[in-house]
């Protein structure tokens, strides 16, 4: 059985708003440009805590990193 952190939880929740959302798939979109902007309209448009959003950006950095990397190695 799967076991998801908190911080995983989170990211899967940004990834759905994103498929579902039109503008939360933009801002996902400039992660990598202004995460703080991401955070801010998180936490003001939709609703969510400072700490669910920090996570969550965290996360999705932290993915774009890794799959840079991914791509640099092939």
Do not use: C, Y
Request: proline share 1%.
């Amino acid at each position: 059985m799967n076991h998801f952190t908190m911080q995983q939880l989170l990211g899967l929740r940004l990834e759905a708003l994103a498929r579902d959302h039109h503008d939360v798939a933009a801002m996902r979109a400039s992660i990598q440009r202004t995460p703080d902007s991401l955070v801010k309209e998180l936490m003001d448009t939709h609703g969510w805590a400072a700490h669910e959003a920090l996570s969550a950006v965290e996360q999705l950095q932290a993915k774009a990193l890794q799959s840079t990397s991914e791509q640099a190695a092939t």
